[in-house]
């Protein structure tokens, strides 16, 4: 008889689930996911049944890892809520199962698993691709994710630290300069925006730090390195055109084919990397929608031996935003991490990261029981 399955609740798993040791742990199953080289990793893409009637969705996330021995699934409800609604818009719980006998070993929260495993991915994705100074961050949305995605965008990145010289004397008999290395800290500073303002001032009235409050996408993203974008929009909210050259966009929302945070321009003018290419092509209208414009100039070479064009008018053609490389690919090596560029990090969610977190947080609950 197999044991009664642990049973974790949000508090416990919150308490459980730290970033130090999540992070390392997604880098490493994106990394081999990303190969696509064994049959280790099993993971379909995620099947999702529409609430239409509701404006909601129930998704179902399966995976299994066979090297470290997980089989797991999240069942994820998300709903379009209404501004100011009370209740969640993401909820989820995660099974785990014993792999070779079958049963279910534990039943945890998946709210607090969702929130950081997605946060801690795209806090990933800002240490590949953000520029190397980055001083500003800015966060569309004040919900659930947009508060996980504070939490460990400044944990991880709160100072940048640049070297000071100082001169100075060393001895009495004679004067010598000497260099010292000063770490000078320069606090990062945070901006955000939600639909409502107010709804941006309670999320900053629960933040210690300071975090500057704007009244438009527009004011909150000009100059900042670092862009998350964690809203519910399905309409693009972030437009290319406002969008400092080299900033790191983490984008977050918009998971449905038709939705969009993002504008063509964005789309078309950013290295874009992706969780995974099969999510990505099947669930992100930032991707699917994304009109790139490519424009083709047709010569007749005889005639460009007289230095005439047969054709003088471009003909274009509008094609989906490229993929550059999923953000396993760039962990694994298989791709450059062009941090030159504007970079954008679409991010869908996978059952992959819902899996190794859920080992974690049971493995450490088993530490202590
Ligand atoms: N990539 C991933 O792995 C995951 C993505 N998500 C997605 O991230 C987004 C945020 O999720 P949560 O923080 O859990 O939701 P939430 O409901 O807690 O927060 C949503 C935020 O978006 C804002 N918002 C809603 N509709 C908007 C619109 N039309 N235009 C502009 N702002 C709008 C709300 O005011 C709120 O600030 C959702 O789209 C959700 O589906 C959620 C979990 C995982
Ligand atoms: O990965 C995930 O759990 C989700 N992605 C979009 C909504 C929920």
């Known amino acids: 008889m197999s044991e009664s399955p642990v049973l974790l609740n949000k508090h416990e798993v919150e308490r459980l689930l730290t970033y130090d040791d999540l992070i390392p742990r997604l880098e490493s199953v994106m990394g081999k996911f990303s190969k696509r080289d064994s049959s280790e990793i099993i993971q379909p893409v995620r099947s999702v049944v529409p609430i239409q009637q509701h404006s909601g969705f129930l998704g179902v996330m399966p995976a299994y890892l066979a090297a470290e021995g997980i089989l797991c699934t999240k069942i994820v409800t998300f709903y379009q809520r209404a501004e100011g609604s009370s209740l969640p818009s993401t909820q989820a719980t995660v099974l785990l199962f014993h792999p070779e006998h079958g049963h279910v070993t534990a039943i945890m929260d998946g709210e607090a698993i969702t929130a950081k495993r997605t946060a801690a991915v795209s806090a990933i994705s800002a240490k590949l691709f953000k520029p190397a100074l980055s001083e500003v961050l800015c966060i569309l949305g004040s919900g659930q994710q947009a508060r996980s995605h504070y939490d460990v965008f400044t944990k991880l990145f709160k100072f940048k630290e640049v070297t000071s010289m100082k001169t100075g004397n060393t001895s009495k008999s004679f004067k010598m300069c000497f260099c010292v290395c000063d770490p000078v800290l320069y606090t990062l500073q945070v901006r955000v925006w939600s639909r409502r303002k107010e709804m941006a001032q309670r999320f900053v009235n629960d933040l210690q730090d300071p975090v500057t409050v704007c009244s438009s996408v527009k004011e909150a993203v000009i100059g900042a390195d670092v862009i998350v974008t964690a809203t519910g929009a399905s309409q693009?909210?972030?437009?290319?055109?406002?969008?400092?050259?080299?900033?790191?966009?983490?984008?977050?929302?918009?998971?449905?084919?038709?939705?969009?945070?993002?504008?063509?321009?964005?789309?078309?003018?950013?290295?874009?990397?992706?969780?995974?290419?099969?999510?990505?092509?099947?669930?992100?209208?930032?991707?699917?929608?994304?009109?790139?414009?490519?424009?083709?100039?047709?010569?007749?070479?005889a005639d460009l031996s007289h230095h005439r064009h047969t054709y003088s008018t471009p003909k274009s053609l509008f094609s989906q935003a490229e993929v550059f490389a999923e953000l396993g690919e760039v962990l694994n090596g298989s791709f450059p991490a062009r941090r030159e560029k504007t970079t954008v990090f679409k991010s869908l969610g996978m059952g992959i990261q819902d899996a190794v977190s859920a080992k974690l947080v049971l493995e450490k609950w088993n530490g202590e029981h």
């Open 236 to 301: 693009p909210i972030l437009f290319g055109e406002w969008v400092k050259p080299g900033a790191h966009i983490a984008a977050v929302g918009a998971c449905r084919p038709d939705w969009r945070e993002l504008d063509d321009v964005l789309m078309r003018e950013a290295v874009v990397y992706v969780d995974s290419r099969e999510g990505a092509t099947a669930e992100s209208g930032d991707i699917i929608l994304s009109g790139v414009c490519i424009t083709f100039h047709q010569y007749n070479i």
